[in-house]
């Protein structure tokens, strides 16, 4: 494996400069932001190996950047930074798809063992058998986040993969969409319902190869995934 690449979110510039060189002179590649608001353009841009993001930060925080690298990246390990760990924050981060949390301050050799920890429990993953369900006429891989319709493979973000597995984990019975809310955002806010139904339409998209599959509406309730 060549050298690590490392995207560092810190707003303490002082602090991210004592970290981005700490970690270069120990052979790490390091891509530094300070704003919360640019973090997700970037992470797109640089491709990192690994995600170090802390909490609290100016315009947009780690865990809103965490839950859109998610969307995009279900595998690439995250580690959060901060320098309060309330059980709260604790839930919230990992229900967020977050591997570690570090508590501030923390000195380099903590970083390091941290980072190569969850890079060593991701490069077991694919040891795993690959977890594949049949939907209707389409192969889903759970696991890899891939749905097939035989002739192409379409590689889902984080949050699509989580609501066919919670659709197809419960097909044909009714889901309360609030429960559905609760279990991929953690609560049902406005927003975020608003979201679940740009996944739903997503999905029903991805979906329609197979005419036999229907995510139906149950009308001030939820959803019933049929397979015909």
Same mark, same amino acid.
């Given at each position: 494996?060549?050298?690590?690449?490392?995207?560092?979110?810190?707003?303490?510039?002082?602090?991210?400069?004592? $970290?981005?060189?700490?970690?270069?002179?120990?052979?790490?590649? $390091?891509?530094m932001e300070?704003?919360?608001?640019?973090?997700?353009?970037?992470?797109?841009?640089?491709?990192?190996?690994?995600?170090?993001?802390?909490?609290?930060?100016?315009?947009?925080?780690?865990?809103?950047?965490?839950?859109?690298?998610?969307?995009?990246?279900?595998?690439?390990?995250?580690?959060?930074?901060?320098?309060?760990?309330?059980?709260?924050?604790v839930v919230?981060?990992?229900?967020?798809?977050?591997?570690?949390?570090?508590?501030?301050?923390?000195?380099?050799?903590?970083?390091?063992?941290?980072?190569?920890? $969850?890079?060593?429990?991701?490069?077991?993953?694919?040891?795993?058998?690959?977890?594949? $369900?049949?939907?209707?006429?389409?192969?889903?891989?759970?696991?890899?986040?891939?749905?097939?319709?035989?002739?192409?493979?379409?590689?889902?973000?984080?949050?699509?993969?989580?609501?066919?597995?919670?659709?197809?984990?419960?097909?044909?019975?009714?889901?309360?969409?609030?429960?559905?809310?609760?279990?991929?955002?953690?609560?049902?806010?406005?927003?975020?319902?608003?979201?679940?139904?740009?996944?739903?339409?997503?999905?029903?998209?991805?979906?329609?190869?197979?005419?036999?599959?229907?995510?139906?509406?149950?009308?001030?309730?939820?959803?019933?995934?049929v397979i015909?």
């Amino acid at each position: 494996m060549g050298a690590i690449k490392v995207f560092y979110v810190e707003d303490e510039l002082f602090l991210g400069k004592i $970290v981005k060189e700490s970690l270069e002179t120990r052979g790490f590649i $390091v891509t530094m932001e300070s704003d919360g608001a640019k973090a997700v353009d970037v992470y797109k841009k640089c491709e990192p190996d690994v995600c170090v993001l802390d909490v609290m930060l100016p315009n947009k925080d780690g865990f809103a950047i965490a839950d859109e690298i998610r969307q995009l990246n279900g595998d690439v390990p995250i580690i959060f930074l901060t320098a309060k760990v309330q059980t709260e924050d604790v839930v919230k981060g990992f229900s967020l798809g977050g591997n570690d949390y570090i508590r501030k301050p923390f000195s380099m050799e903590e970083l390091i063992v941290r980072i190569q920890n $969850v890079l060593r429990s991701k490069n077991e993953t694919p040891l795993k058998p690959v977890d594949t $369900v049949s939907i209707g006429k389409l192969q889903f891989q759970k696991n890899r986040q891939i749905l097939t319709n035989g002739w192409e493979d379409r590689k889902l973000s984080f949050r699509e993969s989580e609501l066919l597995k919670i659709l197809y984990d419960n097909r044909d019975k009714v889901i309360d969409r609030k429960d559905i809310l609760n279990l991929l955002w953690g609560n049902d806010s406005f927003f975020n319902s608003r979201n679940l139904d740009v996944y739903i339409t997503k999905l029903r998209g991805y979906l329609k190869d197979d005419p036999s599959l229907e995510i139906i509406t149950i009308k001030g309730i939820g959803y019933r995934f049929v397979i015909s």
